[in-house]
């Protein structure tokens, strides 16, 4: 099956405008995005979607090809569906703009899990061991069943901890989303054919429609250095701080 990553990239971001070009250790974020969808063996293709000519040119610049797109999409999966429309893959690759430490090896293991094990889509998550961030609504925390099937996304803290038992090793009890997806093409078609649902317009997160619709969202593990994005401007000490652990910068 044909995959090809997608990366939806804007200017106007509410909490940090200009964040997809902001230098994270002297290379602006979206470039360590693109270069690590680009280590990726299954995909065949790495396209950055976006309405801004910066980051059009930037992208261009690296030699990714760039789609560019409509400024009123509710969401990045609409930017990325329209992105696609023409081309024709089976699996799309939905790979946010602000997650610097993707691996590779986690959007080959989504393309497998859609494409081999039959998932409509298949998503990501990290162990949140910093007590700290299970509070920030920046930072969405997933559930999943037995068999990894999403139960529910949100920005409060989820599971509540009526008793104190996470306090000892929150690791072992909460998530962290990370902002990375694969869809089956028809399962992306009925995603962006429907209209946002409650859910997603109260806690303003796209994959709680996926759920709406019944849609079943594989949740796999990734490596705890893959749980560092950049929602705001506090993250990117936090961010740069793991590019270098991780020996990439």
């Known amino acids: 099956m044909r995959a090809i990553v997608v990366i939806p990239a804007r200017w106007a971001s509410t909490r940090f405008p200009g964040k997809a070009l902001h230098p994270l250790c002297g290379r602006p974020l979206l470039w360590w995005v693109v270069t690590g969808a680009r280590r990726a063996r299954l995909p065949s293709q790495v396209l950055v979607a976006t309405d801004d000519e910066r980051i059009r040119a930037a992208a261009e610049g690296w030699g990714v090809a760039v789609a560019m797109t409509s400024p009123q999409h509710p969401s990045g999966t609409d930017r990325v569906a329209e992105a696609v429309g023409g081309l024709g893959p089976d699996v799309v690759v939905n790979v946010q703009g602000d997650e610097p430490l993707v691996a590779p090896d986690l959007l080959d293991r989504l393309v497998s899990a859609v494409s081999v094990d039959g998932a409509d889509m298949a998503t990501a998550a990290a162990p949140l061991d910093d007590p700290a961030l299970v509070h920030l609504p920046s930072v969405v925390k997933v559930v999943a069943a037995a068999d990894g099937r999403a139960l529910y996304f949100s920005r409060a803290?989820?599971?509540?901890?009526?008793?104190?038992?996470?306090?000892?090793?929150?690791?072992?009890?909460?998530?962290?989303?990370?902002?990375?997806?694969?869809?089956?093409?028809?399962?992306?078609?009925?995603?962006?054919?429907?209209?946002?649902?409650?859910?997603?317009?109260?806690?303003?997160?796209?994959?709680?429609r996926a759920l709406h619709l019944g849609l079943r969202i594989a949740v796999l593990d990734a490596g705890a250095e893959s749980g560092v994005g950049v929602d705001t401007p506090e993250d990117v000490p936090r961010a740069e701080a793991a590019l270098r652990a991780a020996g990439l910068a």
């Not at 009526?162 to 072992?172: C, L, Y």
């Not at 909460?174 to 649902?197: K, Q």
């Open 157 to 208: 803290p989820i599971p509540f901890d009526r008793d104190g038992v996470a306090a000892a090793d929150p690791a072992r009890v909460y998530r962290r989303h990370i902002g990375v997806y694969a869809f089956r093409t028809d399962a992306l078609r009925r995603f962006v054919a429907a209209p946002p649902c409650l859910l997603e317009r109260v806690e303003k997160l796209e994959q709680l």
